[in-house]
């Protein structure tokens, strides 16, 4: 089954213990994406990656650290946590990065807490 | 300054009545509008994708429509199941990589 797959789902953690959020893609992506959704603000792009060792900032990306080493993979660091980013993540990816759009497959969400 | 707009933020329906949501935007040139749909707890799901003034996409009870400043999404005789936050997004031809999204409406339908 084609999917977009994010580990953990739920994290409760305290302000400054380094965490990181895992997303893999079985659709040979090249395109994959963050974002955080917060209660009236939408969702706002955090970091995105148009192939593999090619990363890129988005709209909010303090506190954030991304890596592609892997087409497939796209992990989010948070180096020291703050209240701030307790949040809703999503992971995303699409087809192709070119000036073209394709539809966007979404993972399951990651609900974040710090304490 | 490319920015999304939807509204209302939130819509109650009775089951059968039809109406339709708001997607304004303002954009540099626009390369695509899309709409999403996420129910409680799980990723937003693609319905839409709209490229140009006058275009129409259609799916089940979904109609989108698209002008130079926004979108609707029309809803005809919603059922229970139907209810979900409705997502809209664009696409700037100056970023191949940014879409930005609205907030979202919440759309309940009641049976």
């Known amino acids: 089954e084609a999917q977009v797959t994010q580990n953990p789902r739920y994290l409760i953690t305290v302000t400054g213990k380094k965490l990181t959020v895992t997303c893999s893609q079985n659709m040979n992506h090249e395109y994959m994406s963050w974002y955080r959704q917060d209660p009236g603000l939408g969702l706002r792009q955090i970091y995105y990656?148009?192939?593999?060792?090619?990363?890129d900032k988005g709209d909010v990306p303090e506190g954030y650290k991304v890596s592609r080493k892997e087409k497939r993979n796209f992990p989010l660091i948070l180096e020291s946590p703050s209240p701030n980013q307790t949040s809703l993540y999503f992971c995303a990816s699409r087809l192709t990065s070119a000036f073209s759009y394709n539809e966007q497959f979404f993972g399951p969400g990651t609900r974040l807490t710090v304490l | 300054e490319d920015q999304v707009t939807q509204s209302p933020e939130a819509l109650r329906l009775q089951e059968g009545e039809s109406s339709s949501l708001n997607c304004s935007y303002t954009v540099s040139g626009l390369r695509g509008l899309f709409w999403y749909r996420q129910d409680p707890g799980k990723g937003p799901e693609f319905l839409f994708t709209l490229y140009s003034a006058g275009e129409e996409k259609e799916k089940e009870r979904l109609k989108a429509t698209l002008t130079k400043k926004e979108s609707f999404l029309h809803i005809t005789a919603p059922k229970p199941e139907d209810s979900a936050t409705y997502l809209c997004a664009v696409q700037a031809e100056s970023s191949a990589s940014k879409i930005i999204f609205g907030s979202g409406t919440r759309l309940s339908i009641r049976p």
């Open positions: 990656s148009m192939n593999v060792e090619v990363t």
